[in-house]
């Protein structure tokens, strides 16, 4: 008999939910969060909102000063660093276990998801952050491993996003290595395919250095 799940704490709930509002930019870099309009906003009350930001602040995901209150915490440039080669790894790995897993309904969803972000790449309307996450989230949810997926979802609010998508000419580059990835899935290419997701991350992580190096000259 399969083992039942336990079920999920609101704690657990919200920790989930405000990594989501992260990662979509529902909450921006540098908002103030608020424990009384966090809870009104899930419609919940504080003390699942209290716990859910201490345990990301644990994390370093939110930080908290008696001046600036608690907001998404900044991400250095060696934490960054630290942050993407991590990912790389996580992330070829998640790719390499979905290839096999994928539908032909999972592929055609990348496909339509690769030509909205070479639309917004190329100048076009559309939510980059929103459009690249569902990319990538699409393939790692194919892995079939949800405790990676987790790790991956905690690295992912640790990427400074906002910085990265305004380096000249990052989103066209962006563009051009899923298109390889996407290759290499259509081929069935598992290990192809985790090779070019590590190196999409590693172009990023370069792209990211060079600009915030760039920044402080």
């Known amino acids: 008999m399969a083992k039942k799940t336990e079920p999920r704490t609101k704690k657990e709930l919200m920790v989930d939910l405000l990594r989501e509002a992260i990662l979509s930019g529902e909450i921006q870099p540098g908002e103030r969060l608020l424990q009384e309009a966090l809870a009104e906003r899930f419609k919940v009350s504080q003390t699942p909102i209290r716990e859910a930001i201490q345990q990301l602040i644990a994390e370093g995901v939110l930080s908290h000063s008696p001046y600036r209150g608690v907001q998404v915490a900044e991400v250095r ?115 192809l395919a985790g090779q070019r997701m590590a190196e999409h991350l590693e172009a990023g992580a370069r792209a990211l250095a060079a600009y915030l190096e760039g920044k402080s000259e």
């Open 77 to 191: 440039l060696a934490e960054a660093q630290q942050v993407y080669l991590i990912r790389a790894a996580l992330e070829s790995l998640a790719t390499r276990q979905a290839v096999p897993n994928l539908k032909l309904s999972d592929v055609a969803a990348l496909r339509a998801n690769q030509l909205a972000f070479e639309q917004v790449a190329a100048g076009g309307e559309g939510s980059t952050l929103q459009i690249n996450n569902t990319f990538h989230q699409t393939i790692y949810s194919a892995a079939g491993m949800p405790l990676l997926e987790g790790l991956i979802k905690s690295l992912w609010v640790k990427t400074p996003w906002d910085t990265l998508f305004v380096i000249p000419n990052r989103l066209k580059d962006a563009a051009a290595e899923h298109r390889r990835i996407l290759d290499a899935i259509e081929a069935g290419d598992a290990e």
